[in-house]
């Protein structure tokens, strides 16, 4: 009996150990816990911060929705601004409607928000973001009288953008014909990207275009900037329609890529004050095939004119003192002619029959030599060793000849004896 009790209690203790082992297997499904920034709550959809300064922000926890209405209030709080990166990277986001207790509108609030097409921008919005609406596809967009300020790069990169409209009694910013301009017209913002016309003329009261500002427009064959004094960096870079420039006198120097990815640029005339070409400044400018650099330019930076597969020839003054890396000269080449500037240098190649016209000594000239180019002003490399085979050949003709005179002589003397 002893012996069955104690064989009993060791298979209950069996089979609660087992019991147990089994409990300890079951999945538990915990509730998610999302960790908020510091100082956020949640409510539903949004989570939102009190600065405690009146400022209320709102950020959108879901990018994948298509339509959102911010609401004006959130638990007893009045939202005033929409947070950095609220909507940042949805690609599936539609439309959006911004309730009229929006003051705010904070950089990359909409960034590559590519879908978006309808957005209103509330009557007491004082400040828009920097890259706010950067890659969305926004057709039109007004902004009311009630902003103070439009950060830089606000509307970059929206390629269906046809007319920026500002209401009257703005005090700091206005519109002609669609076109952004700050308030008194001396400073052209933006020209919308998907305008259709093919040519454009500056106000004569605007002397400074800001950087990006006629970005990837399409449409313009032709740009008269006469009145112009000052000007940002990449202003039409992209413009793929782009066939003629002047630059005006007083102009120093051109900013970054100016000139980009214009493929169907053909002339460019630079003026005398002209110094320095900043890098990628006719990057891939394929049609260009002649352009006068003057004696003022002193520097050109790496890819001046890198792919300008159509320039044949650059004169370039002794003046010039500084030539940046594939600066002149060189080319994708028919296997790889591409307008991505991340292509490994190994692919590229030297433009056929490119010339450059520099005298000796000159850092033109030491470009050339450098990388293998001809040069019409002076002796390179190329010239120097056909130079030597010249004299190779022309002393062996010497030694020749002396050999067969030397032959001649030998053989008369032994006739005499």
């Not at 297997?25 to 989570?47: F, K, Q, R, T």
């Not at 339509?67 to 601004?81: L, R």
């Not at 003192?321 to 028919?334: D, P």
Request: aromatic content about 10%.
């Amino acid at each position: 009996m002893k012996k069955m009790n104690r064989i009993n209690k060791l298979f209950t203790g069996f089979m609660i150990f087992a019991l147990l082992l089994m409990i300890n297997c079951i999945p538990v499904h915990a509730e998610e816990v999302i960790n908020l920034p510091n100082g956020y709550s949640e409510d539903g959809l949004w989570m939102y911060n009190d600065y405690g300064d009146g400022t209320v922000s709102v950020t959108c926890k879901d990018n994948t929705i298509t339509e959102a209405e911010i609401p004006a209030e959130i638990d007893g709080h009045v939202i005033t601004m929409i947070e950095v990166d609220c909507f940042k990277d949805n690609e599936a986001l539609k439309k959006v409607t911004l309730p009229s207790t929006i003051t705010v509108i904070e950089d990359w609030a909409f960034y590559r928000c590519f879908a978006l097409e309808s957005i209103n921008i509330p009557e007491h919005v004082e400040k828009i973001g920097f890259e706010a609406f950067y890659g969305c596809n926004l057709t039109e967009v007004t902004i009311p009288a009630s902003v103070i300020e439009i950060e830089g790069w606000t509307f970059e990169g929206c390629n269906s953008l046809k007319a920026v409209h500002v209401a009257k009694g703005n005090q700091n910013y206005v519109d002609e014909d669609g076109i952004l301009f700050n308030k008194d017209k001396t400073e052209l913002i933006l020209y919308p990207s998907a305008k259709t016309d093919t040519s454009y003329t500056v106000p004569e009261t605007c002397t400074k275009i800001e950087s990006y500002a006629f970005m990837a427009n399409q449409y313009l064959q032709e740009i008269n900037i006469n009145s112009v004094q000052e000007m940002g960096q990449d202003i039409f870079y992209y413009c793929t329609s782009l066939e003629s420039m002047t630059i005006p006198e007083g102009i120093t120097e051109l900013q970054g890529s100016m000139f980009g990815n214009c493929t169907s640029l053909k002339t460019v005339i630079l003026p005398e004050s002209i110094t320095s070409l900043g890098s990628g400044c006719f990057y891939n400018c394929v049609a260009l095939e002649e352009i006068d650099l003057p004696d003022s330019l002193t520097n050109m930076n790496d890819y001046a004119f890198f792919n300008c597969a159509s320039l044949k020839k650059l004169t370039v003054s002794e003046n010039v003192q500084s030539i940046g890396k594939y600066a002149i000269g060189w080319y994708y080449g028919e296997d790889n002619n591409t307008s991505d500037n991340n292509s490994e240098e190994a692919d590229y190649k030297r433009l056929p029959n490119f010339e450059i016209d520099a005298n000796n000594g000159t850092k033109a000239f030491a470009y050339a030599v450098e990388n293998n180019i001809k040069c019409t002003g002076g002796i390179t490399q190329g010239i120097v060793f056909v130079y030597i085979m010249i004299g190779i050949v022309i002393l062996v003709i010497l030694a020749v000849i002396g050999l067969i005179i030397m032959q001649k002589r030998y053989q008369k003397q032994h006739e005499l004896f």
